[in-house]
T-cell receptor, first 113, second 116 residues
């Protein structure tokens, strides 16, 4: 059973702070990792994807991948109230040719003014 | 990012009727599309994988005769909920993969189905 675990939260941070969202996965051979943001009542929106160990930055967002420890994280710098949403981690396992990701349950982030 | 549309965005129907939801890739050809269902405050649940020109692959526990999926072209997949019941009320979301050899999914805006 391939699993992706996220703390459901809510994670509450003040405006301007760094929000750190974490995700662990069980399939050691996983190749592709994604972070999606989902506002209440809306569908998921892709934020970032990462394939290699290390950091990947895009604006205020940084994805961090550590395959040895089997975790991927998302840092949001200068958090804004508009960042308040549920953040979904998705992992595609190693199985050849499969593009089916396993989603975590999501972490609810609240950024308060 | 790639654009995926869904229609309708919201539908209310009577119990026993069938509802068709369309998922279109607007600016790319999608050989693979996915259909998800999401109940309030719960995670996404993959229902089926839809490949253009072939039968959909359903996840365990999803009734293929109740949730009919057709992927007749590279830009359109449809989900038909047959003989809908109140317990089918949910948020249905499609997604598509852009191109071949990539695995990034882009989601449509979703369809909220309410069965009375």
């Amino acid at each position: 059973q391939k699993e992706v675990e996220q703390n459901s939260g809510p994670l509450s941070v003040p405006e301007g702070a760094i929000a750190s969202l974490n995700c662990t996965y069980s399939d050691r051979g996983s190749q592709s990792f994604f972070w999606y943001r989902q506002y209440s009542g809306k569908s998921p929106e892709l934020i970032m994807f990462i394939y290699s160990n290390g950091d990947k930055e895009d604006g205020r967002f940084t994805a961090q991948l550590n395959k040895a420890s089997q975790y991927v994280s998302l840092l949001i710098r200068d958090s804004q109230p508009s960042d308040s949403a549920t953040y979904l981690c998705a992992v595609i396992p190693k199985s050849g040719g499969s593009y089916i990701p396993t989603f975590g349950r999501g972490t609810s982030l609240i950024v308060h003014p | 990012g790639a654009v995926v549309s869904q229609h309708p965005s919201r539908v209310i129907c009577k119990s026993g009727t069938s509802v068709k939801i369309e998922c279109r890739s607007l600016d790319f050809q999608a050989t693979t599309m996915f259909w998800y269902r999401q109940f309030p405050k719960q995670s996404l649940m993959l229902m089926a994988t839809s490949n253009e020109g072939s039968k959909a692959t359903y996840e365990q526990g999803v009734e293929k005769d109740k949730f009919l999926i057709n992927h007749a072209s590279l830009t359109l997949s449809t989900l038909t909920v047959t003989s809908a019941h109140p317990e089918d009320s949910s948020f249905y979301i499609c997604s598509a993969i852009v191109g071949v050899g990539t695995d990034t999914q882009y989601f449509g805006p979703g369809t909220r189905l309410t069965v009375l």
